[in-house]
């Protein structure tokens, strides 16, 4: 059983990285459940155990700790697909575990994600640019992935920016209703929206006597 003196110790033998890393994973549970603006640095400091000037050894305001959170959330996705494509996956594989990577991270990170979508706007103007920055550079790779798809022949030619759109659009909202435990994991989710992106609901007949888009 953990007692106190146990979290203590353990909170004790932590090096200051990782209780940065603990007051971020906490900070983004208190924002996803009470929003930014009605957690304070107290609240923050009591969900971590430790006294609140203790907490300011490691972030000078809560500003700084959901600056921290947007880039632990951005820096996830873009590491992960920089990895990836080492591999030599073709794009479109690529665009499907992109997807998954957005979805998966609404159950480990929920937090991060629900921080990265509604409070961008609570960020100091310099950390917003930063963060958009760090947003249009992932943006603009997926973009990318549409249009080296297409150049291969695995996709049809199309606007590339708004495909990336609508990919983002089946994806980053899904945290508003997906909760852990049910029938699909996200990767099953993700795999299901690739399908939809790709596929179409259309039959081939229907999709056949389509007019093309102009």
């Not at 959170?69 to 665009?95: A, C, Y």
């Not at 990170?109 to 629900?114: E, I, M, P, S, T």
């Not at 798809?149 to 199309?158: I, K, L, Y």
């Not at 179409?200 to 056949?208: I, K, Y």
Request: aromatic content about 8%.
């Amino acid at each position: 059983m953990t007692t106190p003196d146990t979290q203590r110790e353990v909170r004790r033998r932590m090096s200051p990285e990782q209780r940065r890393d603990q007051v971020v994973a906490a900070a983004a549970e208190l924002f996803d459940s009470a929003g930014y603006t009605g957690v304070t640095m107290g609240d923050i400091a009591q969900q971590v155990g430790v006294a609140k000037p203790t907490l300011y050894h490691y972030f000078d305001s809560k500003d700084d700790i959901l600056l921290a959170i947007h880039e632990e959330f951005i820096d996830l996705l873009i590491g992960r697909h920089d990895e990836r494509r080492l591999g030599g996956l073709p794009p479109e594989k690529l665009l499907q575990e992109a997807m998954g990577d957005i979805l998966e991270l609404m159950e480990t990170h929920r937090g991060h994600v629900r921080v990265f979508f509604e409070h961008h706007r609570e960020l100091p103007a310099e950390a917003r640019v930063a963060i958009r920055t760090k947003r249009d550079h992932y943006e603009r790779t997926i973009q990318a992935l549409f249009e080296e798809a297409a150049d291969s022949g695995a996709f049809v030619a199309q606007d590339s920016r708004l495909s990336a759109l609508a990919m983002f659009g089946m994806c980053n909202w899904a945290y508003q209703w997906y909760r852990p435990g049910g029938t699909l994991t996200p990767r099953q989710v993700a795999r299901r929206f690739w399908r939809l992106l790709i596929c179409g609901v259309g039959s081939p007949a229907l999709v056949e006597s389509l007019t093309p888009v102009r």
